[in-house]
C-alpha cells in the first residue's frame, strides 16, 4: 500500500474510553472554545494536523514562528495555539487538565497544560504574517480579538464536533484515505478553493488533473475564510451545482472544516500538509494563494508567485508535488478557456474579475454563460439579490452632542416613507437603556455595548430590513469588527459625522462636557479617552452651518449611489 492511503495516527480514544473521560472531564475547569479553536481542534483530534499532538508549546511556537519549523526540525509553518483570557489564564497551571468545550458547552476533549506564556504578537504577525499591519484580517484577528494568553499541551480527544449541514460531505483525513484506497486511486491531486467555482476554475481542475494524470479532489474551506466571503452554504450549494459537470470516475469532493489565515506563502506550505494527511498526492497552488489582498498602503500583502516559489523550495519534505495554477481566460474566437501564457496575438480575450461579478450580481446585471454555469448564477443571485432588495445597515459615529441621533431619527423617517424595507433605529442612548443597561463607560463595556449593536444590526440586515445606528463607536477596530459581522448579509455603510470637539463642547445640551472637564466623567470620548477618526467612511458630514434635513438627504443620496435605494 503506498503511503498516501495508508491511515493515519488520531488523537482520539476508543468509545469506551471516551464515556468515561467525558465523566471525568465534566469535573474539570473548562474553556469555551472559540468558532477558530473549534476548526484547529478538529483537524488537530482526526490527523489533519498531524505530526501535531496538541496545541503547541512555547518551544514549538518560537521555532514555527521563527523557522516554520516544530522544535525537532519537522517543517510546520502555521502556529496552532489555544489563546485564553488574562482571567482564565490566572487559574491554570502547568500540569492542569482542562476540558475544551464547543459553543454549546459539549466536551470534545481535554488539554493537559504543559505551557503557558504571553506571545510577541507583534513578532508573531510580522514572521507568519509578513507584516505587523491591520489591514491583514489575521493580524486584525490576533490583536483584536485573540486571547492575550497561550496555553500548549497535548489533547485527547473525546468525540468530533458536530456538523448538521452537508455531512455526507465532510470526510477525516483516513476516511478520505480509506475511500481512495477502495476506489484504487494512487494518485490524487486537491484544489483548494475558498470561493464559487466557474467555468476557468472548471477548466484548470482539468487541466491540472490530466497534467498530473491524477485522479481529482475538490477539497473547499468550510471553516473561517476571509472576511466578506461568500458564505459555505451558499458555495456548497455552488460545487454541488458543478459537481455534475465533472467525470464521478475520476472527481470526488469533501468539504474541509479549516480555519484559514489568509497567510499567503506559509499558507501554501501548510496547505500541502493538510492535503497530503488527507491523502492527496498533488496540489494545485494558486497564483497568489491565499492571499488576503491589499496592505495600508494599498499594495499586495504577497507577490503573485511568492507561494509557489516557497511550495516549490519544500515540495520534497511536504511529500506532494505540486501543480502551477494556471490563470485561464475565455478566447472569443475558439469559444473555450485557455492559459494566458499559451494565446497568440491578436486573440479577442474575455475575463470578468470578483469585483466585477460582484458588481453585476449587485445590479441584477447579466453574467454570461461563457463565465460561469447557469446553475452557479441561480445560487449566488438567491443569496445575493440586487441591492435595492437587500438589507443594510446605515452606521453613524461622531463625538456626543456631533448630531448623529437627530441625523439618524431624519434618516429613519425618510426611508420609513419610501416604504419598501422594515427600518429600525438602534440610537445610542435607547439600546443603553433597553440592551446595555448594566454596562458602565469603561473601555471593555463600550465596545460590549457596539458590538451588541452589531449583532442586533447584523440579524436585520440578514432578514431584509434596515437598520440605523448612531453610537459615539470611538475604536477604529471595533467598527471593523461591526462592518465584518454586518458585511457577511448585506452593506455596511459608515457615516462619520465630523462635527469638530469644539463645537459639540459648545452645544453641550446634557452638560456632558463640562462634567468631564471637571472630572466628574472618566474616560469621556474627545477630552480623557481618545477617539479613532474613520479612515474611509462612505460618507463624512459635519453639522456646522448645514440643517437636519440637508445632512439626512446627503445620506440619502450615498445610499441611491451605492445602489441601496431606488432613484
Not at 517543517?75 to 454549546?104: C, N
Not at 449566488?380 to 446605515?394: A, D, K, M, N, W
Request: aromatic letters at 8%; hydrophobic letters at 40%.
Amino acid at each position: 500500500m503506498t503511503e498516501n492511503l495508508t491511515p493515519l495516527p488520531e488523537l482520539y480514544v476508543s468509545s469506551e474510553s471516551a464515556q468515561k473521560l467525558k465523566a471525568e472531564a465534566a469535573e474539570l475547569v473548562s474553556w469555551d472554545l472559540t468558532p477558530r479553536q473549534i476548526c484547529d481542534l478538529e483537524l488537530l483530534m482526526n490527523g489533519g494536523f498531524f505530526p501535531l499532538k496538541g496545541f503547541l508549546g512555547q518551544a514549538d511556537y518560537e521555532a514555527v514562528v521563527e523557522t516554520m519549523r516544530l522544535a525537532d526540525g519537522s517543517l510546520w509553518p502555521m502556529p496552532i495555539t489555544l489563546d485564553v483570557s488574562e482571567a482564565f489564564a490566572e487559574k491554570i497551571a502547568p500540569g492542569q487538565d482542562i476540558a475544551l468545550r464547543d459553543q454549546e458547552g459539549v466536551i470534545l476533549a481535554t488539554m493537559t497544560v504543559t505551557d503557558k506564556w504571553s506571545p510577541d504578537k507583534a513578532r508573531e504577525a510580522e514572521k507568519v504574517f509578513g507584516a505587523d499591519d491591520a489591514a491583514h484580517p489575521a493580524v486584525n484577528y490576533l490583536h483584536n480579538t485573540a486571547g492575550p494568553v497561550y496555553l500548549g499541551g497535548p489533547v485527547t480527544g473525546i468525540q468530533t464536533p458536530v456538523h448538521y449541514d452537508f455531512r455526507g460531505r465532510r470526510d477525516t483525513p483516513n476516511e478520505l484515505r480509506a475511500r481512495f484506497r477502495k476506489l484504487g486511486w494512487r494518485r490524487v491531486v486537491a484544489f483548494q478553493t475558498r470561493n464559487p467555482l466557474h467555468r476557468a476554475h472548471q477548466e484548470l481542475t482539468f487541466r491540472a488533473a490530466r497534467e498530473a494524470q491524477a485522479n481529482l479532489l475538490i477539497h473547499p474551506v468550510v471553516g473561517m475564510t476571509k472576511p466578506g466571503d461568500v458564505d459555505h452554504f451558499t458555495r456548497v450549494r455552488c460545487y454541488e451545482a458543478v459537481l455534475d459537470k465533472y467525470p464521478a470516475a475520476t472527481t470526488t469532493m469533501s468539504l474541509l472544516n479549516l480555519a484559514m489565515r489568509m497567510a499567503g506563502p506559509r499558507e501554501a506550505v501548510w496547505h500541502g500538509l493538510i492535503r497530503r494527511n488527507h491523502g492527496c498526492t498533488h496540489f494545485i497552488v494558486g497564483r497568489d494563494h491565499a492571499g488576503p489582498g491589499k496592505n495600508s498602503q494599498g499594495e499586495d500583502f504577497y507577490g503573485p508567485y511568492d507561494a509557489q516559489e516557497l511550495f516549490r523550495e519544500h515540495q520534497a519534505e511536504i511529500g506532494i508535488e505540486m501543480v502551477d495554477f494556471k490563470h485561464m481566460v475565455y478566447v472569443q474566437e475558439r469559444a473555450q478557456y485557455e492559459a494566458a501564457d499559451e494565446i497568440e496575438e491578436g486573440a479577442t480575450v474575455l475575463n470578468i474579475s470578483g469585483t466585477e461579478l460582484r458588481r453585476r450580481l449587485r445590479e441584477g446585471l447579466e453574467i454570461p454563460e461563457w463565465f460561469s454555469f447557469p446553475e452557479v448564477v441561480r445560487e449566488l443571485r438567491r443569496r445575493y439579490p440586487p441591492r435595492s432588495q437587500q438589507g443594510f445597515t446605515v452606521f453613524f459615529t461622531g463625538f456626543s452632542g456631533s448630531g448623529k441621533s437627530t441625523i439618524a431619527n431624519a434618516l429613519m423617517i425618510k426611508l420609513m416613507e419610501m416604504g419598501d424595507r422594515p427600518v429600525t433605529l438602534l440610537d445610542g442612548d435607547i439600546v443603553r437603556k433597553n440592551l446595555s443597561s448594566e454596562l458602565g463607560f469603561s473601555k471593555e463595556h463600550r465596545d460590549l455595548n457596539i458590538r451588541r449593536i452589531g449583532y442586533v444590526a447584523s440579524e436585520i440586515t440578514k432578514n431584509g430590513g434596515i437598520a440605523i445606528c448612531a453610537p459615539i463607536a470611538p475604536y477604529a477596530a471595533t467598527r471593523r469588527a461591526v462592518r465584518e459581522e454586518i458585511e457577511q448579509y448585506g452593506a455596511f455603510v459608515e457615516v462619520h459625522v465630523a462635527t469638530s470637539l469644539e463645537e459639540c463642547e459648545r452645544r453641550d445640551r446634557k452638560g456632558l462636557y463640562k462634567l468631564a472637564r471637571e472630572g466628574k466623567i472618566k474616560e469621556f470620548t474627545g477630552i480623557s479617552d481618545p477617539y479613532d477618526v474613520p479612515d474611509a467612511p462612505e460618507l463624512r458630514v459635519d453639522t456646522e452651518g448645514l440643517d437636519v434635513d440637508n445632512c439626512a438627504h446627503q445620506v440619502l443620496l450615498k445610499l441611491e449611489s451605492m445602489g441601496l435605494i431606488a432613484g
